[in-house]
């Protein structure tokens, strides 16, 4: 399994959490944009974005909260899980450059269902950029 982590059902505790980090560059929104179709050109035209509120271009904010995606499949609860919910708010712009942290947290456990309930975030600088929260199924030692 190299550098992910797995954690089963069982092994799940309110109270963990995980990060992920990564820098967002000018080809990430350009391939987001591509494999997306998310061609909004607050994010993919200079001369449209200057004249924006932001200034400038800003990240797409999904290409953010994608991050809280990698942090479940390849850190807690890592390979194997799989998504069923996600509520995301959308808090301050993020731009080329800036390091976006992904952050989940644990906040409870629905054993019936091997779901798990997380509260997720991303923050840049210290700042939330995106909060929410999300369930995800957790498989069982037995399961897999």
Same mark, same amino acid.
Do not use: W
């Given at each position: 399994?190299?550098?992910?982590?797995?954690?089963?059902?069982?092994?799940?505790?309110?109270?963990?959490?995980?990060?992920?980090?990564?820098?967002?560059?000018?080809?990430?929104?350009?391939? *987001?944009?591509?494999?997306?179709?998310?061609?909004?050109?607050?994010?993919?035209?200079?001369? *449209?974005?200057?004249?924006?509120? *932001?200034?400038?271009?800003?990240?797409?904010?999904?290409?953010?909260?994608? *991050?809280?995606?990698?942090?479940?499949?390849?850190?807690?609860?890592?390979?194997?899980?799989?998504?069923?919910?996600?509520?995301?708010?959308?808090?301050?712009?993020?731009?080329?450059?800036? @390091?976006?942290?992904?952050?989940?947290?644990? @906040?409870?456990?629905?054993?019936?269902?091997?779901?798990?309930?997380?509260?997720?975030?991303?923050?840049?600088?210290?700042?939330?950029?995106?909060?929410?929260?999300?369930?995800?199924?957790?498989?069982?030692?037995?399961?897999?």
């Amino acid at each position: 399994m190299s550098s992910k982590q797995q954690y089963y059902f069982e092994d799940m505790q309110e109270g963990m959490e995980a990060s992920f980090s990564k820098t967002v560059t000018e080809a990430d929104l350009v391939l *987001f944009a591509g494999v997306t179709g998310d061609l909004n050109p607050v994010h993919i035209d200079a001369e *449209f974005a200057a004249n924006s509120m *932001f200034k400038q271009r800003i990240a797409h904010g999904m290409l953010s909260a994608g *991050f809280i995606s990698t942090v479940f499949g390849t850190r807690l609860p890592g390979p194997g899980c799989i998504y069923v919910s996600q509520n995301l708010r959308f808090r301050a712009p993020v731009f080329i450059g800036d @390091t976006v942290t992904a952050r989940v947290k644990v @906040t409870g456990l629905k054993p019936e269902k091997n779901m798990v309930l997380f509260e997720t975030a991303c923050s840049v600088g210290g700042k939330d950029v995106v909060t929410g929260d999300a369930v995800i199924m957790v498989p069982r030692r037995e399961q897999a």
